[in-house]
């Protein structure tokens, strides 16, 4: 079945530094991509629509110009964490919808960020 | 605007027992439903999903009914094991909001031997 490469799985940085985060839909093409946010013990937050050829659909609040996507082709959106703070330290998770009507979304396994 | 109300945890059962997680929605038109879980240290993964009323989707034992008319889309399993501890996720979709998913807060399912 389709499946949704994320990575790294884990990752540890320092205050100031940029982090990159891969997200691969392995064997369909993906126009759209999501990145979500997961605070431990709460729901997923949707940060970004990530658009292939196209600039990302920030939601309200989500600083785009230190979450920066790209979505450079049909199987890969990637999210950067610039500047990284403490307090971006957290749980990313991206997802990907088939290009076809009433596809399912499949999920990455996720990135847990440390930023120390 | 959208929204998707879930109990929250976490749940507490022995294996074998009945397991219920009430979702309730919000939402205008037409939405499709969907259940998903989240194993410890890992991304979500579609459990089951209902794109119409009164569908029920179901998958490893679980069975959720799409209930219009009480907007709730109420997860269910008869009988419970240890490897269906996990965190459960009540979502929506709409085509209209360009697909996006809107999820409960999530539940958490703690199954004791």
């Known amino acids: 079945g389709a499946v949704v490469s994320q990575h790294p799985s884990r990752v540890i940085c320092k205050s100031g530094t940029s982090v990159k985060i891969e997200c691969r839909s392995l064997?369909?093409?993906?126009?759209?991509m999501f990145w979500y946010r997961q605070f431990p013990k709460q729901s997923l937050m949707l940060m970004a629509t990530s658009n292939e050829g196209s600039k990302a659909t920030y939601e309200q609040g989500v600083e785009k110009d230190k979450f920066l996507i790209n979505h450079a082709s049909l199987t890969l959106s990637t999210l950067t964490v610039t500047s990284a703070h403490p307090e971006d330290s957290s749980f990313y998770i991206c997802?990907?919808?088939?290009?076809?009507?009433?596809?399912?979304?499949?999920f990455g396994n996720g990135t847990r960020l440390t930023v120390t | 605007g959208d929204s998707v109300t879930q109990m929250e945890g976490p749940v507490t059962l022995s294996e074998e027992a009945f397991l219920t997680i009430n979702c309730t929605y919000t939402a205008t038109g037409y939405p499709s439903l969907f259940w998903y879980v989240q194993y410890p240290g890992e991304g979500l993964q579609l459990l089951l999903k209902?794109?119409?009323?009164?569908d029920k989707g179901s998958n490893k034992g679980f069975e959720a009914t799409y209930r219009k008319e009480t907007t709730s889309f109420h997860l269910e399993k008869g009988s419970v094991q240890v490897s269906d501890s996990a965190v459960y996720f009540c979502?929506?979709?709409?085509?209209?909001?360009?697909?996006?998913?809107?999820f409960g807060g999530g539940t958490r399912v703690l199954v004791k031997p």
């Open positions: 209902a794109t119409k009323a009164d």
């Open positions: 979502a929506l979709r709409k085509r209209a909001a360009g697909n996006k998913l809107t």
């Open positions: 064997d369909f093409q993906a126009t759209t």
């Open positions: 997802s990907a919808r088939e290009d076809r009507a009433d596809s399912p979304l499949h």
